[in-house]
């Protein structure tokens, strides 16, 4: 098979991400990606070790010079955000990514490219490849499951790493040194609902064109939310005609902003009419509402097959409520830092289907009494609608350290390489290191990465340039942290 990459610089770098995006490694399928990572040690003879979850660790020992400089943790993930356009053919569980260059930037035909965090994945690869780069001794830390609520981290052995500084290749904004972020959780909703035969006309409701994003990091860009506005569609359609929910489904992932929503409904076929209407009007309100941040919102009805089975018009109401009332978008924004995003949440997964409403929010702050809070909202509701609410993957909020002398010795490097220094700063998106400080006590971090554009989508894109001045700003980093 042909290389896409095999042009690119640093050669080594490129060549190992290709190789990553040649082996499905979707959230909960990293096997076979961890099991590259472990052959990739036993190779080179390095030491390595890899748990029943997947996550992989690789120490290499310090270089001549480096012997009794403290020992440095690189970590990032081995998972990837699996989604792909409708006319794509990709199958993530067993084909390659179909790579494309174009101009400076690398991208994937179709699908998400995975550059969140296969980068880091071959960064750190090269770098353990290496007989020439100069280093502390190394522990090199692929976690799994990243994406779906940061798994492979909570279950990690921790008494495996002796390090105390990390550098956390999982950030997507050059010349940015992330040091703080949000804590999360993901609330999981199930209400049970009630059928009933049925003998109406059927049609299918779809709001689709929407810009989506990962929900951390896209928050705060005002993109509408897919499932939201299926429910205020469907409340005002319950205004004006009687109908009843067969199904409904949207979003893949509770930490992607859901770009397409859609649900059957069951009308008389008198009604249709009426409903287009509505529809339309929907649309229109949207369109002007979401003119700057979603301008491709689209609202259609169209007719489909009948079906037997619907939500009585009582269990259709209770869905259009817990749309319409569940919490969604930020909640509240930093006292303490300018801009920033303190607690939020997104109902990126929405599904009715036999009998059952499920939903998966991410929930997010920085604030971990916030985050509290925003459970116990959904969990009330939740209630109230006859249903029960499962909190999981909650992960701790990452502090900020006033004094960090990785921080300082990282600045220097970047400021010397570039003349300018580094913006410092705390994100709403979710990172490993709270994990990873809550565990190994006294550990100073800094995240960092190159430019990658609308992660989580397809329209995910890296930047060739980027990736080459960050390579040149890790290698600078490892080789000042001589002591």
Known sequence: MSRVLEALEPKAVFHFFEDLTRIPHGSRNTKAIS?????????????????????????????????AAPAVIVQGHLD????????????????????RVEGD??????????????IAVAMALAVLDSSEIAHPALEVVFTVDEEIG?????????????????????????GIFTVSCAGGASANVSI?????????????????????????????????NANLLLGRVLDAMQKKIAFRLVSAAGGLK???????????????????????????????????????????VTVTLEPTPACEQALTEEATLRVVRFLLLVPNGIAAMSMDIPGLVQTSCNLGIFQVADSVLT??????SSVSSQKQMLLARIGALSQLLGGSLHVTGAYPAWE????????????????????????????????????????????DCVSFGPDLVDIHTTREKMSISSVQRTWRFLLGALEALRD
Request: proline letters at 5%; hydrophobic letters at 40%; aromatic letters at 6%.
């Open 150 to 174: 940061m798994e492979g981290a909570q279950g990690l052995d921790f008494s495996q790493l002796s390090a105390r500084r990390m550098l956390n290749v999982d950030s997507e904004d050059e």
């Open 400 to 443: 900020y350290r006033r004094e960090s002398p990785l921080r300082d010795k990282l600045a220097a490097v970047y400021e010397q390489q570039t003349g300018k220094a580094p913006k410092i700063e705390a994100i709403h998106a979710g990172l490993e290191c709270g994990l990873f400080a809550g565990q190994l006590p006294g550990l």
């Open 80 to 99: 990837m955000v699996a989604e792909k356009t409708p006319e794509s053919p990709i199958d993530f569980t067993k084909d390659a990514l179909d790579l």
């Open 192 to 224: 049970g609902l009630t059928s009933a035969p049925c003998t109406l006309a059927c049609a299918r409701l779809t709001v689709s064109g929407l810009i989506g994003g990962h929900s951390g990091q896209e928050i705060d860009k005002g993109r509408a």
């Open 359 to 364: 939903a998966v929010s991410s929930v997010r």
């Open 35 to 67: 099991d590259y990572c472990v052959a990739f040690a036993k190779e080179r003879g390095l030491w390595v070790y890899q748990d029943a979850l997947n996550n992989v660790i690789i120490k290499k020992p310090a270089t001549a010079g480096y012997e």
């Open 105 to 118: 930037y690398v991208s994937a035909n179709g699908t998400t490219l995975g550059g969140d965090d296969g």
């Open 254 to 296: 509770d930490n992607a902003i859901p770009n397409a929503s859609e649900a059957v409904l069951a009308l008389r076929e008198e009604d249709f009419p009426a409903a287009r209407e509505i529809a339309a009007a929907c649309e229109a309100d949207f369109r002007k509402e979401y003119a700057a941040a979603d301008p491709g």
